[in-house]
């Protein structure tokens, strides 16, 4: 059974249609990137994803006893967030918060659930620190393992490695990877950049208003749109 399914889907933003008769379907363990121009519907599927805007059209389906609250979530970083006054592990453990129910602590499987996911992503050492005083890659790393802490099945990022260097950008692609090849968490992952996309992903979604493609890397290559846009790429 897929854990996500999308049948015809349409999404309007503010009366425009961006996304026009979508399907498509992941399995646990793939690896998505959602590719296009801007304006071209990627963060508003993602949105109509977590049930954060309604849909024009169509059907999304969570399978395998998936639920929008266990979904990891990596937004687009706001100017405002990268100085947000909290420390690494009240970031981190916040992930919990949908697990919590009407509950005004946190369990001592929460915190160890935390604990873990800040091992894994390499930013332990940095529990006690002050987010806002982080790089811009360990700002990231700490959100990703805020996201962990929502789930051990699927993650949707938004841009995540916008503003990053490319080592730090080149870090978190590896983590990314880490996490699906290994813990066979499902990414679906939205990029600007289409050549790094073929390289990181087992899946594209190219969006256009219609999707253009959607189906494996190495057949997006070999499809007009690929071939198209990553020419243009190479030119940019």
Do not use: W
Not at 161 to 187: C, H, K, M, S
Request: aromatic share 6%; net charge neutral.
């Amino acid at each position: 059974m897929a854990l996500l399914t999308c049948e015809g889907v349409s999404l309007r933003y503010d009366r425009v249609t961006v996304v026009d008769h979508l399907s498509f379907s992941l399995s646990r363990g793939d690896y998505l990137c959602v590719v296009g121009e801007n304006g071209s519907g990627k963060s508003s599927l993602v949105k109509a994803i977590l049930g954060l805007m309604p849909l024009a059209g169509g059907t999304i389906r969570l399978g395998e006893g998936l639920r929008r609250s266990h979904i990891g979530y990596l937004p687009q970083q706001t100017a405002r967030q990268r100085d947000f006054p909290a420390g690494v592990q009240e970031i981190v453990l916040s992930g919990c918060l949908n697990r919590m129910g009407l509950r005004p602590f946190y369990s001592t499987k929460e915190k160890h659930r935390a604990a873990q996911a800040m091992e894994r992503l390499g930013v332990y050492g940095m529990r006690r620190e002050s987010y806002h005083e982080l790089s811009g890659g360990q700002q990231q790393r700490v959100l990703l393992a805020r996201a962990l802490c929502a789930t051990q099945s699927m993650l949707l990022l938004d841009e995540p490695v916008a503003g990053l260097d490319p080592l730090a950008t080149a870090e978190f692609y590896r983590l990314i990877a880490e996490l699906n090849r290994e813990d066979q968490v499902t990414i679906l992952m939205i990029s600007h950049d289409i050549d790094a996309a073929v390289t990181c992903a087992s899946h594209i979604l190219h969006l256009s208003g219609e999707p253009l493609f959607f189906g494996s890397a190495q057949a997006y290559r070999e499809s007009e749109a690929g071939r198209r846009f990553l020419k243009e790429g190479s030119h940019a």
